[in-house]
Nanobody, 114 residues
Protein backbone atom coordinates (compact mmCIF):
# COMPACT_ATOMS: atom_id res chain seq x y z
CA UNK A 1 0.00 0.00 0.00
CA UNK A 2 1.11 3.52 -0.81
CA UNK A 3 -0.38 6.73 0.51
CA UNK A 4 0.00 9.97 -1.43
CA UNK A 5 -0.64 13.47 -0.18
CA UNK A 6 -0.35 16.56 -2.37
CA UNK A 7 0.56 19.97 -1.08
CA UNK A 8 -1.97 22.73 -1.36
CA UNK A 9 -2.37 24.27 -4.79
CA UNK A 10 -3.59 27.80 -5.10
CA UNK A 11 -4.65 30.76 -7.16
CA UNK A 12 -1.99 32.48 -9.25
CA UNK A 13 -1.91 34.90 -12.13
CA UNK A 14 -0.91 33.95 -15.65
CA UNK A 15 2.86 33.97 -16.05
CA UNK A 16 3.54 33.16 -12.42
CA UNK A 17 5.00 29.98 -10.95
CA UNK A 18 3.75 27.39 -8.49
CA UNK A 19 5.29 24.24 -7.05
CA UNK A 20 3.34 21.17 -5.99
CA UNK A 21 4.80 18.54 -3.68
CA UNK A 22 3.61 14.95 -3.35
CA UNK A 23 4.57 13.10 -0.17
CA UNK A 24 4.54 9.31 -0.41
CA UNK A 25 4.42 6.87 2.49
CA UNK A 26 3.98 3.14 2.91
CA UNK A 27 5.61 0.76 0.44
CA UNK A 28 7.54 3.54 -1.32
CA UNK A 29 10.36 1.25 -2.36
CA UNK A 30 7.86 -0.74 -4.44
CA UNK A 31 7.06 2.33 -6.54
CA UNK A 32 8.00 1.87 -10.20
CA UNK A 33 6.42 4.99 -11.61
CA UNK A 34 5.31 8.33 -10.24
CA UNK A 35 3.77 11.30 -11.87
CA UNK A 36 1.25 14.08 -12.00
CA UNK A 37 -2.12 14.12 -13.72
CA UNK A 38 -4.73 16.84 -13.95
CA UNK A 39 -8.44 16.96 -14.55
CA UNK A 40 -10.90 19.62 -15.60
CA UNK A 41 -14.60 19.13 -14.79
CA UNK A 42 -16.29 17.17 -17.54
CA UNK A 43 -13.03 15.94 -19.04
CA UNK A 44 -10.84 12.88 -18.59
CA UNK A 45 -7.84 12.94 -16.33
CA UNK A 46 -4.72 13.64 -18.38
CA UNK A 47 -1.05 12.99 -17.83
CA UNK A 48 1.09 16.01 -17.05
CA UNK A 49 4.44 14.42 -16.22
CA UNK A 50 5.65 10.91 -15.49
CA UNK A 51 8.87 9.49 -14.06
CA UNK A 52 9.64 5.83 -14.52
CA UNK A 53 12.30 4.44 -12.20
CA UNK A 54 15.71 4.87 -13.77
CA UNK A 55 14.41 6.83 -16.75
CA UNK A 56 14.02 10.44 -17.78
CA UNK A 57 10.70 12.15 -17.20
CA UNK A 58 8.04 12.38 -19.88
CA UNK A 59 5.87 15.46 -20.24
CA UNK A 60 2.65 16.33 -21.95
CA UNK A 61 3.33 18.45 -25.01
CA UNK A 62 1.58 21.52 -23.65
CA UNK A 63 3.75 21.68 -20.51
CA UNK A 64 7.15 20.85 -22.00
CA UNK A 65 9.64 23.59 -21.27
CA UNK A 66 7.42 25.07 -18.55
CA UNK A 67 6.97 22.26 -16.01
CA UNK A 68 9.67 20.20 -14.32
CA UNK A 69 9.08 17.04 -12.30
CA UNK A 70 11.61 15.53 -9.93
CA UNK A 71 11.80 12.96 -7.16
CA UNK A 72 13.66 12.86 -3.88
CA UNK A 73 13.80 9.18 -3.02
CA UNK A 74 15.32 9.78 0.41
CA UNK A 75 12.54 12.14 1.40
CA UNK A 76 9.82 10.15 -0.36
CA UNK A 77 8.64 13.22 -2.24
CA UNK A 78 8.00 14.27 -5.79
CA UNK A 79 7.72 17.85 -6.91
CA UNK A 80 6.19 19.60 -9.91
CA UNK A 81 7.59 23.03 -10.62
CA UNK A 82 5.19 24.90 -12.86
CA UNK A 83 6.52 28.01 -14.56
CA UNK A 84 4.83 30.49 -16.91
CA UNK A 85 1.43 29.23 -15.90
CA UNK A 86 -1.48 29.76 -18.25
CA UNK A 87 -5.23 29.85 -17.58
CA UNK A 88 -5.45 26.55 -19.49
CA UNK A 89 -3.36 24.95 -16.73
CA UNK A 90 -6.21 25.43 -14.26
CA UNK A 91 -7.30 22.01 -13.03
CA UNK A 92 -7.28 19.62 -10.12
CA UNK A 93 -3.80 18.09 -10.00
CA UNK A 94 -3.33 14.54 -8.77
CA UNK A 95 -0.23 12.72 -7.63
CA UNK A 96 0.06 9.20 -9.00
CA UNK A 97 2.21 6.19 -8.10
CA UNK A 98 2.35 2.69 -9.45
CA UNK A 99 3.65 -0.43 -7.76
CA UNK A 100 1.68 -3.52 -8.76
CA UNK A 101 -1.37 -1.31 -8.25
CA UNK A 102 -2.21 2.31 -9.02
CA UNK A 103 -2.43 4.88 -6.25
CA UNK A 104 -3.76 8.43 -6.33
CA UNK A 105 -3.62 11.41 -4.05
CA UNK A 106 -6.74 13.34 -3.12
CA UNK A 107 -6.06 16.08 -5.64
CA UNK A 108 -5.32 19.76 -5.24
CA UNK A 109 -6.84 22.70 -7.10
CA UNK A 110 -4.68 24.98 -9.19
CA UNK A 111 -6.34 28.05 -10.64
CA UNK A 112 -4.59 30.43 -13.02
CA UNK A 113 -6.27 33.75 -13.66
CA UNK A 114 -5.79 35.65 -16.90
Amino acid sequence: QVQLVESEGGLVQAGESLTLICSASGDVFEIRRMGWYRQIPGKSREMVAIINSGASPNYADDVKGRFTVSKDVNKGTMSLVMNRLEPEDSAVYYCYARTFDDYWGQGTQVTVSA
